[in-house]
């Protein structure tokens, strides 16, 4: 965790050009996000953004550093500079920043002491599950759960961040919809005469929420050996971390478990980040590159899906669309969205 990040007079600031509603977005900055695959921050800083911030994300002294995407002298981003000796260096005028963001040097007035106020606007920073996370306004740690990650018995998987241009509210309710593997997802796993959804149960557990959706549904793709007795009845068990985050646990024959950890990052009201980390328990000698071509598969035809809804972002007054009782857990999931200070016509 990074010591003295910004002060609460800097966070509180909405991004030039934001493209959310101020209130949802000082209630989204309140959240962590992954913003990040920890492989990709070496030895060069990386540029990326969150809730319309644009960041600078490096490693110094194999600690990892966030902070705003920019040098204040005269406003150039500090992605587009280098790391040296543990300090991140403006290509614009070559002025230095330590770890802690304060200015260790000016090169044009090298003998000149340097004002207290020239400093980065810094951010927490946490490494799990492969990914780097950090929030915008809290220091206080709310990363969602990846049980299987740091269990031995289970396989890792990370397949790289995926794009898609819609927001990050109609990503997670399609990550959380039973009713769209038929139709959605027949190249991989889905089945156009399987249709029915079964009734199910959506429980609140304290800001969460708990769905176990129990169908014949298979969970293997199309040209794997199905190794299913007949009959067998597929669990499907999501949890949902408001805002933007669930986890779906599916239960596998011969006590199998897969876990999937849905990270729907907010880039913008419109432009969504996703990160996926994997863990299973079986088939642990398989190979991972069709793993990740699999689930890459699947984020495709979702996303397909995503991009073109309209309205583009999610309704949370709930008579804005129609529902069925398939949707319970979406239903669920847009009032707990309302339940944490999102606005009710329309939010990302």
Known sequence: MISNVKSHNEEAQLPRDCTFSPQDWHVLSQYWYPVAQASEIVDKPVAVKLLDVKLVCYRSNGKIVIARDLCFHRGAPL??????????????????????????????????????KLKLIMYPAVERYGLIWTSLASSEENIPECAGWDDPDFLNVLPPAFDIAGSAGRQMEGFLDVSHFAFVHTETFGDRSNTDVPQYEVKRIGNELLAEYWSTVSNYGKGQDNLAPEGFRWLREFRVFPPFAASLTVYFPNNGKLMILNCASPVSARYTRLFSPISRNFDKDASI???????LQVFHEDREMVEAQTPEDLPLDLHAEAHIPADRTSIAYRQLLSEIGLGRIYTS
Do not use: Q
């Open 289 to 295: 590159e069709d793993t990740i071509s699999f689930n």
């Open 79 to 116: 992605s587009k500079g280098w790391v040296e000796n543990g300090e991140i260096v403006c290509p614009y005028h070559g002025f230095r920043y330590s770890c802690e963001g304060k200015c260790t040097a000016v090169p044009a007035h090298p003998d000149t002491k340097i004002s207290p």
